[in-house]
């Protein structure tokens, strides 16, 4: 059986270690260590879930069911999927890797029993510049609980089989023994405003602009199209803010204390057409989307959190991944160079004498 670790703290991993801690993981650790503001976490290394998948699977059923579908026959890819997920989801944890996420757990939440945490998928093939696996798999936010964590990271490695991201990586050709599932636990943000912020204008590719869209409460709002977010473009060279868009946003998500995770909340009539950040949060933000660009080279699509309750700064950064849109359009040549008459004639010279 495979050696493993059963966590690996943000602090010591980094972006060359995506193998081990998936793309978000090792983007979080990248970010903790170059001195950007993360919410604390460990990660559930890829070796665990090797290790937990030879455990129930020790023929290798499941990669070789997954390697003999068909992606454009979506029934099958459907069936498959189900039969592969509860199988994932009803398999006990090994007794050591359940008892080091409960260590960690425990250490992540300095005491307090119950604190919240993101459970968060963080697939080897995701948030790469050649192809983006976002939003395929699964996460879970304002976990609770030893008990909670340990459950949610079992849903985490079936998301891997959801019926998107096989039939995702099945038409990109992906090798399925190279793909494998770590998962991000990390501490929750109280988060009163959330969005996302490309540091290169999604719509237009301009490298100049930055573009931000914020809603009220947590970000899961926005990435789930329940609201319409406000919408600020601002110049990296001036800082100016170019264009404010600032939509009626009538409700948030926030934490369920009661059944946990989060829930709908209608926002206060005083809040629906009022900006969800001001300008001095869009100052701070631009300035940590230059930094992060710097430090990766490459325009990035970057999440984050502003808390009320966080001492001075109040702005966290929830993940950056490369910007693929247009670094994609980037990368193909503009067009084939035409061929001459002269060309023609070697050609056919060649031709002859073969």
Same mark, same amino acid.
């Given at each position: 059986m495979k050696k493993m670790q059963p966590v690996l703290w943000f602090a010591d991993i980094g972006l060359g270690d995506r193998l081990s801690v998936g793309g978000k993981g090792a983007s979080l650790g990248e970010l903790t260590r170059a001195g950007i503001r993360v919410p604390p976490g460990?990660?559930?290394?890829?070796?665990?879930?090797?290790? /937990?998948?030879?455990?129930?699977?020790?023929s290798g059923e499941i990669r070789r069911t997954v390697a003999a579908l068909n992606h454009d026959d979506v029934s099958s890819v459907a069936a498959a999927a189900e039969k592969i997920r509860a199988r994932i989801r009803s398999a006990p944890l090994p007794g050591?890797?359940? *008892?080091?996420? =409960?260590? $960690?757990? %425990? !250490?992540?939440?300095r005491g307090q029993a119950d604190a919240p945490v993101a459970v968060r998928s963080s697939a080897t093939s995701e948030d790469s510049? &050649?192809? /983006?696996? *976002? %939003? +395929?798999?699964?996460?879970?936010?304002?976990?609770? %609980? !030893?008990?909670?964590?340990?459950?949610?990271?079992?849903?985490?490695?079936?998301?891997?089989?959801?019926?998107? @991201? +096989?039939?995702?990586?099945?038409?990109l050709g992906l090798p399925e023994e190279n793909i494998a599932m770590a998962v991000v636990v990390q501490r929750m943000v109280p988060a009163s405003a959330s969005g996302?912020?490309? #540091?290169? @204008?999604?719509?237009?590719?301009?490298?100049?602009?930055?573009?931000?869209? $914020?809603?009220?409460?947590?970000? @899961?709002? +926005?990435? /789930? %199209? &329940?609201? #319409?977010?406000?919408?600020?473009?601002?110049?990296k060279v001036t800082g100016d803010i170019s264009a404010k868009t600032i939509s009626s946003k009538t409700l948030r998500h926030v934490p369920d204390p009661v059944r946990g995770g989060v829930r709908d909340e209608p926002v206060p009539d005083e809040l629906q057409a $009022?900006?969800?950040v001001s300008d001095d949060i869009i100052a701070e933000l631009v300035a940590v989307g230059k930094t992060i660009e710097r430090h990766y080279g490459r325009p990035q699509d970057i999440e984050w959190a502003v808390s009320d309750d966080a001492p001075g700064t109040n702005i966290f950064i929830l993940q950056s991944r490369p910007e693929t849109v247009w670094a994609a359009r980037?990368?193909?040549?503009? =067009?084939?160079? $035409? =061929? @001459? *008459?002269l060309e023609h004639v070697f050609a056919a010279l060649g031709h002859r004498k073969s």
């Open positions: 460990f990660v559930v290394p890829t070796s665990a879930f090797e290790v /937990s998948l030879e455990s129930l699977d020790a050591d890797l359940e *008892a080091g996420i =409960a260590r $960690a757990y %425990g !250490e992540l939440c510049e &050649e192809a /983006s696996f *976002a %939003g +395929l798999q699964d996460t879970y936010l304002w976990v609770r %609980g !030893e008990r909670g964590v340990l459950d949610h990271v079992r849903q985490c490695w079936a998301s891997l089989y959801n019926t998107e @991201s +096989l039939t995702y990586r099945l038409r996302v912020m490309f #540091t290169r @204008s999604p719509t237009t590719g301009d490298r100049s602009t930055i573009v931000i869209e $914020a809603c009220w409460g947590l970000g @899961s709002c +926005l990435v /789930s %199209g &329940e609201v #319409t977010p406000d919408r600020f473009i601002v110049s $009022a900006a969800s980037d990368a193909q040549p503009i =067009a084939k160079p $035409a =061929a @001459s *008459a």
